[in-house]
Every structure is written in structure tokens, then in C-alpha cells.
């Protein structure tokens, strides 16, 4: 088969990594890849991801069999639907169905007509009255933008003051364009995070390994949230019976109500959950898979990726055999100084060969090729990535390869996974 990844970051790596290994897989194309990518896929430059007629004729001139779709601007613009239409595989959820991630307020009013587990919110278009009601209910609260906002457009504030200040960066500045004409007031929910992504085909649900993700920029979770700095998995919180819990209270309702409501969700459904006293929580659904949580759980995965997304796509998803390795992985963000605000591009990256023969991955997340160099390009620039028996070793083995990198202003946090370490302690 001819497999299209959409997309060019450290998931979409990753995902093309793995999609690579399975025998089905004839030719291996990405629009537009990465210098990472281009190891193992042909790269498509030129072709505008948001343009849905674009990247048909791009499927079609390549004879692709499987189009595979990493972000999600594309998914809730509808490209699926426009593959389908084509007559091309497409996974991933339809236009509609990607609502679930592309607004807050339909997905927390999904959740609250099902009683599916999430915190109290409510939802306001007008900046003042947002202000009298966090003034009303006080702090800890969180503000999230109901649109897209790449992942940053959530604010914990743990004062009135904070909050009333995120409701003017979001409404009133404009911080993340459109996506703030309309904001999300939840309650302060206490517990450890985790993320739970699932394989749907609109019926059937299969639950992943689980995995945890660090959105804070600093070592101790300090300093603004970012994209995650780092992921490691399985996350220790989410024991068997919890991950039972969070696929028949939480996963497999969301899926039943989105049928339902005659948008049934195909593709890949990542929860972001809240272990709280009360049981896990949704924070947030993503309408694909998670990043960087792909570049942990990927990895322990020990079934052809190809067969099982095919069976979500045909809707046989309950005949596919997915195993998992019992093993755990470490993934280690390395980013340019001064992310998540402004941060330089262009600098020349050594050491990838010397990460790879220390026994790790590394993804390319934000490279370019310059000269016949890899130069950064981003803000997130390598996701390193270490597989091991325990979450001990795995660490120990990413920091050892993410050593052998270096670019000028580089930086990275030295404690991802310090709650599944600090659990082993005890």
C-alpha cells in the first residue's frame, strides 16, 4: 500500500516511524515531513495542509491507498471527509466529529447531556459577564479558549486576579485570534493528569497504553504551559482498573453519544483525563492522536499500525489484535531557549547519529534541512526517546542520548517523570 502522513512534526515522526515497520507498507510519503521523515518517507513540499483540495490531488497524483492524518487543524477542517469523497482511506474523525477537540463548548456540552465525568463549566461570549462570574466563584479556576489554540490556549489561574487577566489576553487582546470569541469557565479540579488515547471505529473502542505528559516549560512544573516538554508511559496513576474505569465511564459513552447524535467518531480519541478522589475526569478531548504522548505509546506498541487503522477506517475494529510491549518509554523534549515565547530558528543540530547509537529515537519535531545540515526550526525542536523495562532505566537512557545532542541555546527539563519515579520509591 501507498501510505500519505499529513503533517511534520515529532507525532507525525513518530507515526510514519511506525507505520514504516509494517510489511503492508509499499511506499511511505509525508506532506510535508521533516529532515527525520525524510529517512524513511518521500517529503512533499509545497502542498498547504489546510487546503483539503490540495491535498486530495497530492493523494491522488501519488496513488495513495491510506492517508493518515497527524494534526488537527486538517481533521476539523474536514479532510477526511474530502478523502472519502475521493474515494481514498482517510483515518481519522469527519469534519463534525473532530468537533470534540476543534470546541470546547460542544464537547463540554456533549458531555454534560451524557453524564460523562468532567468538570462544572460554563460557557461565555461576553467578556465582562465572564469577569463577574469568576469574581462570583473565586480561585483556583480555568479559562480555556473554545477554539484551537495549538495547545496553549488553557490558563489554570490560581487567583481572581490571574484569571481576570487571562479573560483579557483571550477576549478582549486577542491572544489566539478567533479561538477566544468564546471561553470555557470550568472549576479547579485536583488529582494527577494522564492521557488515555483509544482506536475507534465509531463502535468498537480500543484503549492504548496509558501515558503522562508534562505541559509545564520548567524542571517542577513551573513557569507557562507549553505543548508538553516531555511524556512517559505507562503513567503508574492509571492502574488496570482505572484505565477499565476511564474506557467504560469515559471512552466508550463519548463514542455511543457521538453515534448518536449521528456523527460517529472513527480515528484515534485522546482523553485527557484527571485522576481525582471521585474517579477519572475529562479535561479535554483531542480529536487525533496526542503530541508528544504518540512518541511514547507508539513505541510499545507490538502490532502493525497499518491493520489497525485500517480496521477502524472498514469498521472491523473489534476482529484486530493489538498488542502492547509490557515494557515502558521515556520521551524527552529538546527546545530552543525562550519557548514557548520568542525563540531563534536557523542553528546548526549535531549529535543525532551519537543519540541513535546510544540506544534511542530521536523524532524531529521543528527541523529543517539547511545546506545538507539539520538546522532548528521550531520552538520543539527533538523528541528522544528511550525504551527500557522499567520507567527508571528508560529515563536514565534518555537523558544518556539526549546528552549527545547539542544547538546553541538549546534546553530541556531534567525531571520528566518524576511522579512515576517518586511512586517507585516509595
Not at 476539523?76 to 471527509?81: A, L, P, S
Not at 523524532?363 to 527500557?388: C, I, M, S
Request: charged share 25%; aromatic share 6%.
Amino acid at each position: 500500500m501507498n501510505i500519505m502522513v499529513i503533517g511534520g512534526g515529532g507525532r507525525e515522526h513518530t507515526l510514519a516511524w511506525k507505520l514504516a515497520q509494517s510489511p503492508k507498507c509499499t511506499k511511505l510519503y509525508a506532506v510535508p515531513g521533516n529532515p527525520g521523515m525524510a529517512e524513511i518517507a518521500t517529503c512533499i513540499s509545497g502542498v498547504d495542509i489546510t487546503d483539503n483540495a490540495a491535498l486530495v490531488a497530492a493523494a491522488k497524483q501519488h496513488d495513495i491507498d491510506l492517508v493518515v492524518v497527524g494534526p488537527e487543524v486538517p481533521l476539523t477542517n474536514g479532510v477526511v471527509d474530502a478523502m472519502t469523497e475521493a474515494g481514498i482511506k482517510a483515518f481519522g474523525p469527519s469534519k463534525e466529529a473532530a468537533k470534540l477537540e476543534g470546541s470546547k463548548a460542544f464537547s463540554k456540552g456533549i458531555m454534560r447531556k451524557y453524564r460523562i465525568p468532567t468538570a462544572r463549566y460554563e460557557v461565555f461570549a461576553d467578556p465582562a459577564t465572564a469577569i463577574q462570574f469568576i469574581e462570583e466563584q473565586g480561585a483556583p479556576i480555568v479559562i480555556k479558549a473554545d477554539g484551537l489554540a495549538a495547545g496553549k490556549g488553557v490558563v489554570v489561574a490560581m487567583t481572581v486576579d490571574e484569571a481576570v487577566r487571562a479573560i483579557n489576553e483571550i477576549m478582549e487582546d486577542k491572544a489566539f485570534g478567533q479561538a477566544g470569541a468564546r471561553v470555557v469557565i470550568e472549576e479547579f479540579m485536583d488529582g494527577e493528569e494522564a492521557s488515555l488515547l483509544a482506536f475507534t471505529d465509531g463502535k468498537t473502542v480500543r484503549p492504548m497504553i496509558s501515558s503522562q505528559d508534562h505541559k509545564r516549560v520548567y524542571d517542577g512544573d513551573k513557569g507557562p504551559n507549553t505543548g508538553g516538554m516531555g511524556t512517559y508511559a505507562p503513567a503508574p496513576v492509571m492502574t488496570p482498573e482505572m484505565v477499565e474505569r476511564a474506557t467504560k465511564e469515559i471512552l466508550e459513552p463519548v463514542i455511543a453519544a457521538m453515534a448518536k447524535e449521528g456523527h460517529p467518531y472513527k480515528g484515534c480519541l485522546y482523553a485527557g483525563l484527571m485522576i481525582t478522589d471521585e474517579g477519572p475526569k475529562v479535561v479535554e478531548f483531542n480529536c487525533r492522536f496526542g503530541d508528544p504522548e504518540t512518541q511514547v505509546v507508539l513505541p510499545l506498541l507490538q502490532g502493525d499500525l497499518v491493520d489497525i487503522m485500517l480496521a477502524c477506517v472498514d469498521g472491523t475494529l473489534d476482529q484486530a489484535d493489538i498488542p502492547w510491549s509490557d515494557g515502558a518509554a521515556v520521551c524527552v523534549v529538546l527546545a530552543s531557549g525562550g519557548y514557548p515565547k520568542k525563540y531563534q530558528k536557523g542553528y546548526e543540530i549535531t549529535g543525532l547519529d551519537a543519540a541513535k547509537a546510544a540506544g534511542c529515537q530521536v523524532f524531529h519535531a521543528g527541523t529543517a534541512e539547511k545546506d545538507g545540515k539539520v538546522v532548528t526550526n521550531g520552538g520543539r525542536v527533538l523528541n528522544v526517546v528511550a525504551q527500557a523495562p522499567t520507567i527508571h532505566e528508560a529515563v536514565d537512557k534518555a537523558y544518556e542520548g539526549i546528552a549527545k545532542i547539542s544547538f546553541t541555546d538549546s534546553f530541556y527539563r531534567k525531571d520528566i517523570a518524576h511522579r512515576a519515579l517518586e511512586r517507585e520509591k516509595k
